[in-house]
């Protein structure tokens, strides 16, 4: 739980109220809407399953009413229908009374049997064994020859079978038929020869009519025993890709199976609708609450992010900076515990900055008298001895230079700005010439406004001084030494390069060590002043960002000392400043 550390109390709330409330709600209307689509599932199986159990007692119904009529003709239950039956198995016309007579003792008794099963349309026909229509509907001729298509299919019946009905479907497309016929084989008792032929065909419309639940996601479906499409309804005849709820039912007297089919995702898509609702009227609710929250966690945080405001000022230097006090509760107390520890905060650093500004001041004091005029005797003395010898005159520039540098050690306390520091090291380097009797090459480049930056007075010239008495020790033909000066971003970049003999790698970065402050000054007579004093004023003077970094030259010939001082304009550098120090 580290990770809420970051951020602020009131967001922590906001984030314990989608935990602790969002979250399960969410969770419980996940749970709701899978139980809420079993639920409807299961409740669907159970309403197909009752609509098909009425869908098949229906079709039951019909098919007792299509044996009844079978079974009274073929069981010759009155004897004038089995008379007329045998006077016109082979009759082709009304070539006599006789057959008139007979046509219409069949037709009166087919009519009173076509009662029961008005409702279901069927058609009935009577066929004698020359395949002549003896009963049919009205717009059937009476001897007209059973249709062809109609001849075929009976032919593949079992003529044997005389007690059972036998089914075939008949006409139209797929995916289901014009009519399903029932065929009965009627025969006479007495030699069992074959009289007539009993056809009673179902209509599609009524298969169509009777399975119509007005859904049209429910697909319904009756086949027969063989797997024969009877009749289908609903889904457009196009069965449904996905999960699919599925109910059955057999029709026991005749073996067809009766299947309704509903899509899943037809039941999703009402579910989900009815639960996009409610989650969209919650999620308004969930909204306002998370605004409403927002703000009145903002006003209630509005004290606390002026008392981190005022800090983060304090901090940034501003130590005027105080919290209006305002009423009596918790956070009026706090605000002005906060005030007086300020005061007290106030107090105590201008103390303590009392104390620092002394004690640099005497470090100060005491690194500026650590640098030893002596040199300057000497090279009076060797000037003295030049003339003498020569009895040249030329010298008195000479002399002229060294009293300029008497003069900038005389106010060695004051700082100057770095284009007369770099005359100042011009004067001391041609003084140096004389003492070591070489002729020294000095070159001072200052980048942009980097000349107007005021520097305290002799910062430069341990550096100088070490590149003549160490880097040239070995008097090289054409010693030079360079200074180049520039700004990058709110730094003094002042670079010192000689083409001198340069240090060995292991010397070079001991003494990077000594004036980072990492390695210690082994103590001696000549290792209180120099670099190290450089590097160490640097630091009292511009705090921990000015540094003093040696390196060997690019070239391999020489070193290059570079100065690093934190400035924040270009007048900014005055000997007592300490803008950057802790």
């Given amino acids: 739980m580290k990770w809420l550390s970051r951020f602020s109390f009131h967001r922590r709330l906001q984030f314990t109220f989608l935990i ?23 409740k669907i199986t159970r309403a197909s399953e ?4 009425v869908i098949g007692s229906q079709i039951e119904k019909t098919v007792d009413s299509i044996s009844f009529v079978s079974v009274y003709f073929s ?26 007579t007979h046509y219409n003792k069949l037709k009166t008794t087919a009519n009173i049997l076509s009662v ?19 009963i049919g509907n009205q717009n059937i001729p009476v001897f007209s020859s059973l249709p062809e298509p109609l001849l075929q299919e009976s032919a593949k019946l079992n003529e044997r079978e005389k007690i059972s009905l036998q089914w075939f479907p008949y006409g139209g497309d797929q995916p289901a038929p014009d009519y399903y016929y029932a065929v009965r084989f009627i025969t006479d008792p007495l030699n069992q020869e074959k009289l007539a032929t009993l056809y009673v065909g179902i209509p599609s419309h009524y298969f169509q009519d009777l399975l119509d639940t007005g859904n049209k ?53 009402h579910i989900n609708r009815e639960f996009l609702v409610s989650i969209s009227i919650v999620g308004l609710f969930f909204l306002a609450f998370l605004i409403l929250s927002m703000l009145w966690a903002g006003y209630m945080n509005k004290p606390i992010s002026l008392l981190r405001a005022s800090v983060k000022q304090y901090v940034g230097g501003n130590r005027a900076v105080r919290i209006p006090v305002k009423g009596k509760d918790e956070v009026a107390v706090l605000s002005a515990a906060f005030n007086q520890m300020l ?47 020569s009895g040249d005159q030329a010298h008195g520039s000479m002399i002229d230079a ?11 306390d004051k700082p100057l700005e770095l284009a007369e520091e770099c005359r100042v090291l011009g004067s001391y ?54 200074l180049v000066a520039g700004l990058e971003q709110d730094l003094l970049k002042i670079t010192i390069s000689d083409n001198g003999r340069g240090m060995p790698e292991e010397k070079l970065q001991r003494l990077n060590r000594r004036l980072q402050g990492i390695e210690e000054e082994t103590p001696g007579p000549e290792k209180g002043v120099g670099l190290v004093n450089t590097a160490r004023r640097l630091q009292v003077l511009y705090g921990y960002r000015a540094r003093l970094a040696a390196k060997a030259r690019e070239d391999g010939a020489g070193m290059s000392f570079t100065l690093y001082i934190p400035v924040t304009n270009e007048k900014e550098a005055a000997a007592h400043d300490v803008p950057d120090a802790d």
């Fill in 20 to 42: 602790l409330i969002l979250l399960p709600f969410i969770v419980v209307t996940f749970w709701s809407y899978t139980s809420v689509r079993e639920n409807v599932s299961d």
């Fill in 50 to 53: 009752e609509t098909l159990k």
């Fill in 75 to 100: 069981e010759a239950y009155d004897p004038a229908v089995l008379e007329s039956l045998r006077y016109l198995k082979d009759a082709g016309n009304f070539g006599n009374y006789g057959v008139y």
């Fill in 116 to 134: 029961q099963s008005l409702d279901a349309d069927l058609q009935i026909m009577l066929v004698n064994r020359g395949n002549r229509i003896l």
């Fill in 217 to 269: 996601d429910n697909t319904l479906s009756l086949v027969d025993g063989l797997g024969r499409q009877i009749a289908l309804t609903g889904g457009d005849g196009v069965p449904q890709a996905g999960e699919r709820l599925v109910s059955r039912t057999v029709i026991p007297k005749v073996g067809w199976l009766l299947t309704s089919t509903t899509p899943r995702n037809s039941i999703d898509s």
């Fill in 343 to 389: 005061d007290d905060m106030n107090q105590l650093l201008h103390q303590v900055e009392s104390e620092q500004e002394e004690k640099r001041l005497l470090e100060l004091q005491a690194l500026a008298a650590q640098i030893r005029p002596h040199f300057l005797l000497n090279t009076l003395n060797s000037i003295k001895v030049d003339l003498l010898l």
């Fill in 402 to 412: 060294l009293m300029k540098l008497l003069r900038v050690y005389v106010h060695a």
């Fill in 429 to 482: 380097v041609q003084v140096m010439q004389i003492r070591n009797r070489l002729d020294i090459a000095f070159d001072c480049v200052l980048e942009g406004e980097t000349g107007a930056v005021m520097l305290p007075r002799l910062l430069l010239q341990p550096i100088v001084e070490n590149a003549i008495s160490h880097g040239f020790s070995a008097r090289p033909a054409n010693p030079a030494i360079r």
